[in-house]
């Protein structure tokens, strides 16, 4: 594959990966030779999370296999807004099947790659919440009971963005969709609903289950890489901001997936075979309205009079995952944060 | 054309049954059509299986429903309605009980069968003295041979031979020449079967 | 070799021989038979390098296939009935990307009300889905088509389904003739890609086409799938040149040379008609059998080629059309009607109902004389659905009842077989 020029834009110290430290300490996507696994002219949205993410796995994953992978995509926007005919942004092997199959795809993928020979191709796949948590389930815990050779990564945007906006297994508590309106006795999406994929991940006892956003560059390419070390079932969870679904402004797609991290509701963990190895601790606990105001799917929670009891469960559950995962640590004394 | 029909229940190797006899015709160099009844398996219902053989090509698929041979393998069958329907005028009976078909209740419909068409066979004392369990499927073929002629012995411990192995092959084997044997002798050979010494003849299934 | 097995042995004995190397399967009446005799093949060693994939449902086991296949390995899958329509999105989708997947389905009745024996109602659902439809008529025939199956699939960069009734032909013991290893592999070359995921050459595959181009994509693949009306025909002697039976093609005709009645049918049901057909023969009665060993592409030449000459046409129908008139019926219907030739379509064997000679010579006797309605049902119980139709008549508001149709009905033996 032919090396792309890339222009990079400094915006801070933030940007590309932190290209003013030391070589050894770079990311991939600081590399001007980086792979670009999802080339610029695709039709993403302004500020999109999930073209963000994307090109950051998949740069990382081409980086620890030496440009041997292929891609299984399962429908969603990544698909929509990167392959509109005759055009394709993939500089990558790619497949896109049906919405519901890709991890059985990838399966596919890597049996006939194993009965070639072919011991250095490895085989990603990748879909959005959509395609990991609901309707891709079935194919995805089948996957992961084979402990067949892909990594599966989700982009989750918490909502099925590329339809309209609609909910999805993963639509946190009370947020606006299409299909749950910021109308009624409760409104947006209902509380007590939902599933966790990375712990159903972790509950699969697979050799590696992470999560991750688009908020820590370094983070994410460390869990790929990891990930890639490794052969058999793997999960990748990653946060991905949809600026239209979230009602956010596009260029805070990174500062609103922090504030995840931060609030505690998004957990940044890495787990293998069944058990939880490590969590990475919040360094500057934020309060849920601090995360949930500058989303506009949340605008109903801070109306006139504000819905503080929803706000209140929401912090509950923040507060759960702290707890769940010892995302505050211990101080020097030993006592809990 | 002669077509078989045979009646057991659900894991006493009915569907086997008609497969041997049908693979028993193959080695005598003729064709041969085994199928079962199909139905949802499980244990202990009765099941039906067929087996037609003939010296040319089989393209019916059609149900055997005037059968040349029946093979009741399970006499509690016998209450069944039905179950000898369709039996051609000049067909064979061949039936697993120690008992008589007067005793069976059966007695009418086999006096108007040819009285050497009809075979009452110790199936299960058989097996169980050469297999030690009551597996009577191959065994009835033994019988059915020597009755009807439609196959030879030795194609029927051969089609044993291909289908099973170690001590269920050789147990097969020995129990089919012995029901075989004592057909052609006579039935009343059958009925006076004694085991080995030393050997406890289980329950006849009847 | 000549054998004496069971026809789902005899399938994967020519599956293996054709060195599929990607096989992923879930399980249902009545094709369990065929899967697990190609995964004992693969476990033991006798077929590889080949990954058995069990997987979590239908739909899985083609997302697999389509994986595998765009990565370049041959491949295989056999299901049934429901299994059938719950994979029907990856079916039509590895129609629309060109992959040469070969499937068997071994036909089966689709519920509701649930039954596991054969009909054709499966194949009938996905006919559209741009698959080669082959149908056997023996075991002997399945595991030729079998055979010819992969290599037309490969040629066409089309996926063939080869369709064999379900217990009628998958359990039934009969006498096969396999070809040998050096058989097949003079027939069948290895699996070349027209387009293959390889990091060396990326391509992507499986992207938007809009409705500027959706229509040409559209048209080509049916151009490449009426492509298959030339090639079976030279594939089928091809094949008869290595293994030295004629076997596969479009059509096949028995006795039609002078028939005035010529009966259509797909699968088994042409074999008891043979029968019936020599005994009508024998009294006088010109008639014949066709048999559509290819069902898509649907083989309009061959077939009113066949039917030359004929007054009337008898289809066997194994499905029915639901608000319809006849699916069979009315493809064959299409070809002859401006010649003034006669169409009955009988609907038979729905469900697993046996169909007797008795019946069969009933039915076409009825055609001859003039009898028989456009469409009718063979050996339906009038009795019994008069009576609730009545029913339902005067008690406007309730759903028909299964149950109370068949509630005082006595099921012959016959019947269940």
Known sequence: MAEQTVKFYQVGSFAVGNRLVDPQQRTVQSDRGRWNSLTSGHRACQGCGQALGARYVLDAAMAATDGQMIVVNATGCLVAFSTQFPESSWRVPWIHSVFGNAAAVGTGVAAALKTAGDTKTRVVVVAGDGGGVDIGFGCLSGMFERNDDCLFVCYDNEAYMNTGVQRSGATPAAARTATTEAIGREPGNAFGKGKSLPLLAVAHGIPYVATATVADLHDLEAKVGRAMDLRGARYLHVLVPCPLGWGTAPEDTIRIARLACETGLFPLFEAAYGEILQATPIRRLVPVEAYLRPQRRFAHLFGDPPRTDDISRIQEIADRNIRRFGLLGTDEDGGQR | MFQVRFHGRGGQGVVTAAELLAVAAFNDGRHAQAFPSFGAERSGAPVASFCRISEREIRTRAPIDEPDALVIQDATLLRELGLFSGLKPQGYLVVNTAKTLEELGVAGIAKDLPANHVLSLRATEIAIAHLGRPLPNAVMLGGLAALTGVVSLAAVVSAIEERFSGAMRDGNIAAVTEAFNQTRLGPEALVAHRVSPGRTVGASPD | ?417
């Not at chain 3, 059509?251 to 008891?272: K, N, Q």
């Open chain 3, 1 to 417: 070799m000549l054998r004496q097995i069971e026809g789902s042995r005899a399938v994967a004995e020519a599956v293996a021989l054709c060195r599929p190397r990607v096989v992923c399967a879930y399980p249902i009446s009545p094709q369990t038979h065929i899967i697990e005799s190609v995964g004992t093949l693969v476990k033991s060693g006798r077929l590889k390098p080949c990954e058995f994939i069990n997987v979590e449902s239908e739909f899985a086991a083609m997302s697999v296939l389509i994986g595998a296949s765009a990565t370049g390995a041959r491949t295989y899958t056999a299901t049934s009935s429901q299994g059938l329509l719950y994979m029907t999105e990856a079916v039509f989708n590895a129609a629309g990307l060109g992959l040469p997947i070969v499937m068997t389905v071994a036909n089966r009745a689709v519920g509701a009300p649930v039954n596991s024996w054969n009909d054709h109602s499966d194949a009938m659902a996905l006919r559209d889905a741009g698959w080669v439809q082959l149908f056997a008529e023996t075991n002997q025939h399945a595991v030729d088509l079998h055979i010819q199956a992969f290599r037309l699939a490969e040629e066409l960069s089309l996926p063939v389904m080869v369709c064999m009734d379900g217990f009628t032909l998958t359990h039934a013991v009969e006498r096969v003739e396999i070809p040998t290893q050096e058989q097949v592999d003079r027939f069948l070359p290895p699996f070349e890609p027209r387009l293959i995921l390889d990091p060396a050459e990326p391509v992507s595959i499986g992207g938007v086409v809009g409705p500027e181009a959706y229509t040409e994509a559209r048209y080509l693949a049916q151009a490449r799938h009426l492509g298959a009306l030339a090639r079976i025909p030279e594939l089928a002697d091809d094949f008869g040149r290595v293994v030295g039976r004629q076997s596969g093609g479009l059509v096949s005709s028995y006795r039609c040379e002078d028939a005035e009645t010529i009966v259509v049918a797909l699968g088994s049901i042409v074999g008891t008609t043979k029968d019936v057909v020599d005994q009508m023969r024998e009294e006088g009665t010109k008639i014949g059998v066709v048999h559509l060993t290819t069902f898509r592409p649907f083989p309009e030449a061959a077939l009113a080629a066949a039917l030359e000459g004929a007054h009337r046409v008898v289809v066997i129908e194994k499905a029915l059309a639901a608000g319809s008139r006849g699916i069979l019926g009315a493809d064959v219907g299409a070809l002859v009607t401006d010649r003034g030739t006669r169409t009955f379509t009988v609907v038979a064997g729905l469900g697993g109902r046996a169909i007797t000679e008795g019946s069969l010579r009933r039915v076409f006797g009825e055609a001859i004389r003039g009898e028989l309605g456009a469409v009718s049902f063979l050996d339906l119980d009038r009795d019994a659905v008069d009576r609730e139709l009545a029913r339902m008549a005067a008690d406007v508001g309730t759903p028909p009842s299964v149950g109370r149709v068949f509630g005082d009905l006595r099921t012959p033996t016959a019947r269940i077989v």
